[in-house]
């Protein structure tokens, strides 16, 4: 079964300097994969989405993303973190058998935004 | 906007009582998807469906049921709830280009 991992539960940075936030995925096949940001009681916003191609794919709010499948990662970067980014994170990966395109979750990343 | 609405926005029931959520989308997207968000475990497929009276379990499927009886609307039932089913729930379409899925804005479900 497909599995995603986000080890970092908080993560606190200050506005302007650079992010990464680390999702390690298990897939037997070539994944599917998103990040999705929600910010306080809302819903999910699809940041990004990779599917295949070319290994870093860009998104909305300045974000990206680099697929390494050596190292079964999807990582989501920001060159300059706003205050606004201050959200909770989820990476997602696509289990495509049996129909419908069923989404794991990672457990999340809270991010902190320090001014 | 992907036009999904979910209702109620915030109920409080006790053990036992049944409980029916709506999710109700507008551009007649054929896939739907019930979640559960609990901290600690991100969000977890409950039950979706793949066109009218067409449904499937997703990995959290006990104690729920679901029906699709229109396009537009997917209900998720709890038959008898418990605190156990205290939770944020989801709503999703399957839309785009490839196939993304847009989130409703929630319901949050407390159980007493």
């Known amino acids: ?115 | 906007d992907a036009g999904i609405t979910q209702s109620p926005r915030h109920k409080v029931t006790e053990t036992g009582t049944p409980v029916t959520l709506r999710c109700h989308q507008t551009e007649n997207h054929r896939y739907m998807y019930w979640y559960r968000q609990d901290p600690g475990h991100g969000l977890r497929l409950i039950h979706y469906s793949y066109g009218v009276k067409d449904t499937d379990k997703g990995e959290v499927s006990d104690g729920y049921s679901v029906s699709r009886s229109k396009t537009e609307d997917f209900l998720l039932t709890l038959e008898s709830a418990t605190s156990s089913q205290t939770s944020v729930y989801f709503c999703a379409i399957q839309a785009g280009s490839y196939n993304e899925q847009f989130f409703g804005p929630g319901t949050r479900l407390t159980v007493l």
């Open chain 1, 1 to 115: 079964a497909q599995s995603v991992t986000q080890p970092d539960i908080h993560i606190t940075v200050s506005e302007g300097a650079s992010l990464e936030l680390r999702c390690n995925y298990s897939y037997g096949a070539t994944p599917y994969l998103f990040w999705y940001v929600q910010s306080p009681g809302q819903g999910l916003q699809l940041l990004l989405k990779y599917f295949s191609g070319d290994t870093l794919v860009q998104g909305i709010k300045g974000f990206e993303a680099e697929f390494k499948r050596s190292q079964s990662s999807f990582n989501l970067r920001k060159p300059s973190v706003h205050w606004s980014d201050a959200a909770e994170y989820f990476c997602a990966v696509v289990d495509l058998t049996g129909g419908g395109n069923k989404l794991t979750f990672g457990t999340g990343t809270q991010l902190k935004v320090e001014l």
